[in-house]
């Protein structure tokens, strides 16, 4: 069902909720395309229905729960058209603020990078440690829109893009994630030596050339097919 985890300090029932909700819906845990109860909810966090209703409506306002009428409540499968929405958008803006990055970027930040790039790598060859990848991923690229005064930003990337993080989470289960650390090093080359002629093409390779990855996920005979909307004539690259 959930994955259940304690109560963070100065959480209220509302915001533990919606965190571990949220979080179990991310990390696919609850499955695109799984029925899910209000009452098995509350029961599984050891609360009221009120706080997990209130969750439910605010989940489903950010495409993430679907509610069919007379049938039941479920969890939104992943839609192409989001994904292609959310991975324009962080193509232009991080490219753009990769730029500003270039021409001035504090060292901490810079530090700060390669403490994370260094725990990614600690990850690899181990089972089961994509949710954990993924996690420092957007840490990464929120440590450098932060460090350019972009935080908010980032923050707005990230409320578009819960569809296409769980794909890129969904890709990296099947094709693993070394060659996105690759990429996380060259950006952080491309940092500290100011190498801004080389932000486009690493862009175009961490976002949308990543994406060319994903065609086979949602293919007739993938084992996934069934975690997606209507398909029919789609990609998520096009």
Same mark, same amino acid.
């Given at each position: 069902?959930?994955?259940?985890?304690?109560?963070?300090?100065?959480?209220?029932?509302?915001?533990?909720?919606?965190?571990?909700?949220?979080?179990?819906?991310?990390?696919?845990?609850?499955?695109?395309?799984?029925?899910?109860?209000?009452?098995?909810?509350?029961? =599984?966090?050891?609360?009221?229905?009120?706080?997990?209703?209130?969750?439910?409506?605010?989940?489903?306002?950010?495409?993430?729960?679907?509610?069919?009428?007379?049938?039941?409540?479920?969890?939104?499968?992943?839609?192409?058209?989001?994904?292609?929405?959310?991975?324009?958008?962080?193509?232009?803006?991080?490219?753009?603020?990769?730029?500003?990055?270039?021409?001035?970027?504090?060292?901490? =930040?810079?530090?700060?990078?390669?403490?994370?790039? =260094?725990?990614?790598?600690?990850?690899?060859?181990?089972?089961?440690?994509?949710?954990?990848?993924?996690?420092?991923?957007?840490?990464?690229?929120?440590?450098?829109?932060?460090?350019?005064?972009?935080?908010?930003?980032?923050?707005?990337?990230?409320?578009?893009?819960?569809?296409?993080?769980?794909?890129?989470?969904?890709?990296?289960?099947?094709?693993?994630?070394?060659?996105?650390?690759?990429?996380?090093?060259?950006?952080?080359?491309?940092?500290?030596?100011?190498?801004?002629?080389?932000?486009?093409?690493?862009?175009?390779?961490?976002?949308?050339? =990543?994406?060319?990855?994903?065609?086979?996920?949602?293919?007739?005979?993938?084992?996934?097919?069934?975690?997606?909307?209507?398909?029919?004539?789609?990609?998520?690259?096009?």
């Amino acid at each position: 069902m959930v994955k259940v985890s304690p109560k963070l300090p100065g959480e209220n029932n509302k915001d533990y909720a919606y965190r571990v909700i949220k979080d179990s819906i991310m990390s696919l845990e609850l499955e695109p395309g799984q029925a899910i109860s209000e009452v098995e909810l509350a029961e =599984a966090l050891s609360l009221s229905r009120t706080p997990v209703r209130e969750v439910l409506a605010k989940l489903r306002e950010e495409h993430l729960i679907e509610v069919i009428p007379q049938v039941g409540t479920y969890i939104s499968k992943i839609n192409l058209q989001l994904i292609k929405e959310a991975s324009f958008m962080r193509y232009i803006l991080e490219k753009e603020v990769l730029k500003l990055a270039c021409e001035s970027f504090p060292d901490i =930040a810079l530090y700060d990078l390669k403490k994370n790039v =260094a725990l990614q790598k600690g990850l690899l060859g181990q089972s089961g440690k994509e949710a954990d990848f993924h996690l420092l991923d957007k840490e990464f690229h929120r440590i450098i829109f932060k460090a350019n005064k972009k935080e908010h930003i980032w923050e707005a990337i990230t409320r578009i893009s819960t569809h296409y993080n769980r794909m890129r989470l969904l890709s990296e289960i099947e094709h693993n994630f070394s060659e996105a650390i690759k990429q996380h090093e060259t950006i952080i080359d491309i940092l500290e030596h100011k190498r801004c002629d080389q932000v486009e093409d690493v862009v175009n390779l961490h976002i949308i050339e =990543a994406t060319r990855l994903w065609d086979d996920l949602y293919k007739e005979g993938s084992p996934y097919i069934h975690y997606f909307d209507s398909i029919e004539g789609e990609s998520a690259t096009s």
